[in-house]
């Protein structure tokens, strides 16, 4: 509500008081982004935001019949051209740079959300418990969602040998201790992640460059690493529909628009981005705990129909 109102009193009602919802035209929307672009107050995606929210509002007047003709606000020649923005997510071929990259707290917490692909929030409410690294599973018992509250996600090898590790040498293992704690040991916040990944990249961004592999961008947030999950799931021969449902997503859609890009990915890479992308498939193998140096050989990888799970 405030997002709307601050568009309709900063920008739409100072250009379109005073006109008559009927009155408006192609030419009239065009002259008010052409203003907007000339003030300099607002980028593009935003005075495209603007200007959904404009079609929105005329979509509703057509609806009760205010005004007959074509929605003057739809329409791609109505937009402002803005540049395809920089990835924002952690390829496959750049995970393992990150997570050794990481700070010893901050390598499990980023190792379980890309491995087990949890919100932040959900990650740093993890207590000890709620992880079974006998069975090679975790129960969420805080979610974004009803579909995501009390789900079991199964763990991929690399990330319960990561987990077994910590567990081990940290101080704080019993059952209501916090899985993920910070350099004093207190609970890991969303915060601190957030802080705590960009100092990651930037180390990984170094060895990624040696390696002759594109840099992670700065704008990725501990939040991309679900995208990251996603894409791993679907290169290893996970259904879309059992990725979906490990995410805690009640809609598949985002998981099938993942799926479709990363299933073809690996075949166009080569050299270092192939060998840096068969390491994380390594490390993403699920029911084994593998060496993160090994190959994946994912030619071998067989989807199980009934259960959705790589065997």
């Known amino acids: 509500m405030a997002d709307y109102s601050y568009g309709l009193s900063h920008h739409l009602l100072p250009f379109f008081a005073g006109y008559r919802v009927a009155e408006i035209t192609p030419q009239d929307v065009d002259r008010y982004k052409a203003t907007k672009l000339a003030e300099g107050r607002l980028a ?5 935001k ?6 929105q509002i005329l979509d509703v007047a057509i609806e009760y019949e205010i005004t007959d003709r074509a929605n003057p606000a739809r329409g791609r020649r109505r937009r402002v051209k803005v540049s395809k923005p920089q990835r924002t997510w952690v390829e496959p071929e750049q995970l393992m740079a990150l997570l050794d990259a990481a700070s010893v707290t901050t ?3 980023l190792a379980t959300m890309a491995g ?9 409410a993890l207590n000890w418990r709620d992880v079974n690294l006998a069975t090679g599973t975790l129960t969420v018992g805080q979610a974004k969602t009803d579909a995501g509250t009390g789900r079991e996600v199964d763990l ?4 319960i040998e990561a987990l077994s590790e910590w567990k081990a040498t940290t101080s704080r293992s019993g059952p209501d201790d916090p899985v993920l704690i910070t350099r004093t040991g207190s609970r890991q916040t969303v915060t601190n992640v957030d802080h705590r990944i960009k100092a990651g ?3 990984a961004n170094v060895e990624l460059e040696r390696a002759g592999i594109e840099p992670i961008s700065d704008r990725v947030t501990p939040h991309s690493l679900r995208r990251t999950y996603a894409s791993l799931r679907a290169a290893v021969g996970d259904h879309p529909v059992y990725v979906a449902e490990q995410l805690g997503h009640e809609d598949p859609a985002f998981t099938f628009r993942v799926y479709q ?7 166009k890479l080569s050299g270092e981005y192939r060998s840096a992308f068969d390491r994380a498939l390594a490390w993403a193998a699920i029911g084994s705990v593998r060496s993160p140096s090994e190959s994946a050989d994912v030619d071998l ?6 259960a959705g799970r790589t065997t």
């Open 44 to 48: 593009g995606a935003q005075i495209n």
């Open 50 to 55: 603007s200007l959904k929210l404009l079609a």
């Open 107 to 109: 390598r499990p917490v």
């Open 116 to 124: 087990a692909g949890l919100r932040v929030g959900e990650a740093v």
């Open 156 to 159: 991929p090898g690399g990330l």
């Open 201 to 203: 990249i930037k180390l």
């Open 261 to 267: 890009r990363a299933v073809k990915r690996r075949e």
């Open 301 to 306: 990888l067989l989807v199980d129909g009934e």
